[in-house]
């Protein structure tokens, strides 16, 4: 895994409607692995390379209410970049290598992002 630093995202607080609204116009799906307490949004990179897809993460977790009834205030955490390979799974392993373009593309998804929740919240 690869955490994406200085996005602005880290610790953000954001009401779950207002969040799911957000990430939603940005491309970020919510994951189906939530619970009543956290969240995960994943934006889905193809690749060139046979059988390996990219993910930005942006996980969070509910400060108050709860992620199932839509009442939840999320505190985000540092976003993460990681790699799947097919058949195998999601890669989040320190040692990866992540072509410098990729890391540069996330960082202006993430700034792009971080500018609407900044709106948003304020």
């Known amino acids: 895994m690869m955490k994406i630093e200085n996005s602005g995202i880290d610790n953000k607080v954001v009401d779950i409607l207002t969040l799911n609204r957000i ?3 940005h491309a970020f799906i919510l994951g189906e692995s939530w619970d009543y307490d956290r969240v995960t949004y994943d934006y889905k990179i193809n690749s060139q390379e046979k059988n390996v897809t990219y993910y930005i993460r942006v996980l969070g977790e509910a400060l108050e209410g709860d992620v199932d009834t839509k009442t939840a205030v999320i505190k985000l955490k540092t976003p993460l970049l ?23 593309r996330s960082n202006e998804l993430l700034k792009n992002l971080n500018a ?5 919240t304020n």
């Open 82 to 104: 990681g790699k799947h390979y097919y058949p195998h799974g999601i890669e989040y392993g320190e040692e990866e290598n992540f072509p410098k373009n990729l890391i540069e």
């Open 116 to 120: 609407d929740l900044e709106t948003a």
């Open 23 to 25: 990430m939603g116009q």
